[in-house]
């Protein structure tokens, strides 16, 4: 057997979902297990080499090959960056901001909608192409699940521009990217494929419960992270339209999907793939994981702590 691990020994085929899901507990126990002995001997940055260069360097490097840059083909007339920034995320926003302002579609006129408790810090002050909607902040899942509903308080706003790019704040672009290497695809959405689900299954929702779970005939072939996402103006608002509404359902019936918002937004572009373009994890990699060369981050999603550890098969490094 070629480039098996003894975790993946285990055959999902012709198994019921409950088998399924119990199969991917014991595979998520054991990957756990050995993720926490080697973060607490080691350190996170340890556990981050070891996994890359032993578990998901090869698909890594395939995933991490770009397009071949055939030419632009969209042409934004003006952007808005969104960008959630409540109590201590606040403190993200400068970098965020001069890296964007400095390396991202710098020949287009860019607008930035910052969600925020904190109106009085210092370096919103002054700036014109700031927009910022008082929001209070909410403990967790609160924080996730009203993403979309942030989003949807400014829907009229966001008509005036030709493309809408939600953007996480603890994020910051490390390189430039021109709109002639960016506007390369046709589709009027796009995400970024999370770097932890290499050689896994994404944690998609599989509760059958919330209207983010997805079933096995899907195609799960890529878990997008909810850290860099967005599209053409229509689809992007009709996202926003749905994705709320799927929301409010599953809270009227106290449903909270599995990832939250990032569950509901893997749900969705499952379900309009076609219209979705997938860009390589080194659009959200993590500030602590090194990358294979000759590949370079181009945004980087600084690590703050490990929720879980990078050698779960099964769930994510939160970053």
Not at 36 to 53: N, P, R, S
Not at 107 to 131: C, N, V
Not at 228 to 241: N, S
Not at 246 to 260: L, N, P, T
């Amino acid at each position: 057997m070629k480039n098996k691990t003894f975790l993946s020994l285990i055959n999902f085929k012709n198994t019921s979902l409950v088998l399924y899901l119990f199969k991917m507990k014991i595979k998520k126990s054991i990957s756990k297990f050995f993720g926490k002995l080697i973060i607490k001997f080691f350190g996170l940055k340890v556990a981050y080499y070891l996994k890359l260069y032993f578990i998901d360097f090869k698909k890594m490097k395939l995933f991490l090959k770009e397009e071949k840059n055939k030419g632009q083909v969209q042409f934004p007339k003006k952007v808005a960056i969104i960008g959630i920034m409540t109590d201590k995320y606040v403190k993200y926003f400068p970098k965020y901001y001069e890296s964007i302002k400095r390396y991202f579609l710098t020949d287009t006129p860019k607008h930035f909608y910052s969600f925020t408790d904190q109106l009085e810090f210092p370096y919103f002050k002054g700036k014109k192409d700031i927009t910022i909607i008082p929001t209070e902040h909410r403990p967790m899942p609160w924080t996730m699940l009203l993403t979309f509903h942030h989003m949807h308080k400014i829907i009229n706003e966001l008509k005036e521009y030709s493309h809408i790019i939600y953007i996480d704040t603890d994020t910051y672009f490390a390189m430039p990217v021109t709109e002639k290497d960016f506007f390369i695809f046709k589709e009027p959405l796009f995400g970024v494929r999370h770097h932890a689900y290499i050689n896994k299954l994404g944690e998609f929702d599989f509760s059958l419960r919330s209207l983010a779970s997805v079933k096995k005939e899907d195609d799960l072939s890529t878990y997008w992270q909810a850290s860099f996402y967005g599209g053409k103006q229509k689809e992007f608002i009709e996202m926003i339209k749905e994705i709320k509404r799927r929301i409010d359902v599953d809270v009227e019936k106290k449903i909270v999907a599995r990832w939250v918002d990032e569950s509901h937004l893997n749900k969705y572009l499952i379900d309009y793939k076609k219209l979705v373009h997938t860009f390589p994890p080194s659009y959200s990699y993590p500030s602590l994981k090194p990358i294979p060369k000759p590949f370079k981050k181009k945004i980087v999603h600084i690590t703050k702590r490990a929720y879980e550890t990078p050698f779960s098969f099964f769930l994510p490094i939160n970053e």
